[in-house]
């Protein structure tokens, strides 16, 4: 059983993230369940998704310290899920920064210091520019397929099957942006 949360801010693309993830499994001969939990997505709030991915899987719910990795698209994003990484699990983040709502309004502050705790409290920290990766590829909307093409490396998902997962699931007119999306963010780690 594969337990992955994928966390990031409304409008980055996390739900996509999530079904190209759970075609993957399906390709691969693998069932899998997907939860969504929107916040207030359009206002750049919170959404997480839990995937389970198995030969068998009977709940979509990925537990505190079970997930064998987590996917964050914005670095506050992962420190508020960190607690749902299993000890050698991966945490992928993608080096940006959102402001929420409450540091918008001058209410909070971003902390400075977000990236130097997650290193130092997780052993499997790894951190890439994806955003930056994104714009080279032709959009900064591909952020999340550059995402997904880190990940394939990292944990040794099959290149080939997650390519053509992600052919299934983004419209055909961005099948050529998000495709080079995808293999540059598996260059990069």
């Known amino acids: 059983m594969m337990n992955v949360l994928i966390s990031g801010v409304g409008g980055q693309g996390t739900i ?3 079904r190209v993830l759970g075609k993957y499994a399906l390709l ?13 997505s359009q206002r750049g709030g919170s959404v997480t998704t839990h995937l389970r991915i198995g030969k068998k899987v009977y709940s979509p719910v990925v537990w505190e310290g079970s997930a064998d990795m987590i996917i964050a698209f914005e670095t506050l994003e992962a420190a508020r899920v960190k607690h749902y990484l299993k000890e050698d699990g991966i945490l992928l983040v993608n080096e940006e920064k959102i402001l929420p709502m409450p540091c918008i309004t001058g209410a909070a502050v971003y902390p400075d210091d977000v990236k130097e705790k997650l290193t130092a409290e997780v052993k499997g ?3 890439i520019k994806a955003k930056e990766i994104a714009m080279q590829a032709g959009s900064e909307k591909a952020t999340n397929i550059v995402m997904l093409g880190s990940i394939c490396k990292l944990y040794g998902f099959d290149k080939a099957i997650m390519e053509e997962a992600v052919i299934a699931c983004v419209p055909a007119k961005f099948k050529d942006l998000n495709v080079n999306a995808f293999r540059m963010g598996y260059e990069s780690v």
């Open 125 to 127: 920290a790894k951190f």
């Open 16 to 18: 996509l993230a999530s």
């Open 28 to 40: 691969s001969g693998n069932d899998c369940k997907i939860s969504e939990i929107h916040g207030m």
